[in-house]
């Protein structure tokens, strides 16, 4: 009865691959957001779709690409990876298109490692 | 530039003793999240406050915020070993939440 999942959990992967980390809420909700945070525990919003529509894009480098298939999944492929794209990921989703507005649940992360 | 600033950025406390942590933030908001995070899992919501609230309570902990001075304060009474966490603030305010850096508590038995 996971409310928000990521796969894979860890991911330890050499640079220049490419990679997909795997979405999924079962919340019922709209919106569904990325997030990446550092090694000192920053968390900064990387991207946030509604209903399959994206609705935020901050500035995140083109090699990031998410994809929402249905208003449930939200995927996130990174092209050439970087040392640099080391962090956690965290999917997030909330029931208001307004992100600022509602309470957002998050998934349990996903640990990129690029070597 | 990052919304909120917590503070203290690191806390240390006896089990059962009250944890205060405060949180800055620079423009105008909807209303203050805070979140609570331990180690190696996701952020879990603890409480909402609207910008028209002043003051928040659900169960030991207890939200205040002060518009006028652009901060909020999460207290967390009668700690308990469980409680230690990573603590962050978050802003709402136009179509995003912007979090803060933090606050890592450590209660100890």
């Known amino acids: 009865d996971t409310a928000v999942s990521q796969t894979p959990k860890y991911l330890v992967t050499q640079m220049g691959n490419d990679k997909s980390i795997k979405c999924e809420q079962n919340l019922g909700h709209d919106t569904m957001y990325w997030y990446k945070q550092d090694s000192k525990k920053f968390l900064k919003i990387m991207f946030s779709?509604?209903?399959?529509?994206?609705?935020i894009n901050e500035t995140v480098p083109n090699r990031f690409s998410p994809k929402s298939p249905d208003k449930a999944h939200l995927n996130l492929h990174i092209n050439s990876l970087e040392l640099g794209d080391s962090a956690v990921y965290f999917c997030?989703?909330?029931?208001?298109?307004?992100?600022?507005?509602?309470?957002?649940?998050f998934g349990p992360g996903t640990r990129l490692t690029v070597l | 530039s990052q919304q909120g600033e917590e503070d203290p950025q690191a806390l240390s406390i006896q089990e059962g003793e009250n944890a205060t942590m405060n949180c800055s933030y620079k423009t105008s908001i909807n209303n203050l999240q805070w979140y609570r995070q331990n180690s190696g899992r996701g952020l879990v919501h603890l409480i909402l406050i609207r910008s028209n609230e002043r003051e928040k309570h659900s169960g030991r902990l207890r939200v205040t915020l002060d518009t006028s001075k652009k901060s909020s304060s999460l207290l967390i009474t009668a700690s308990r070993a469980a409680d230690t966490a990573s603590y962050f603030c978050a802003t709402g305010g136009g179509n995003k939440l912007t979090f803060g850096t933090g606050t890592q508590l450590k209660v100890e038995l």
């Open positions: 779709y509604n209903n399959k529509e994206l609705i």
């Open positions: 997030a989703s909330s029931q208001d298109v307004v992100a600022g507005q509602d309470t957002q649940y």
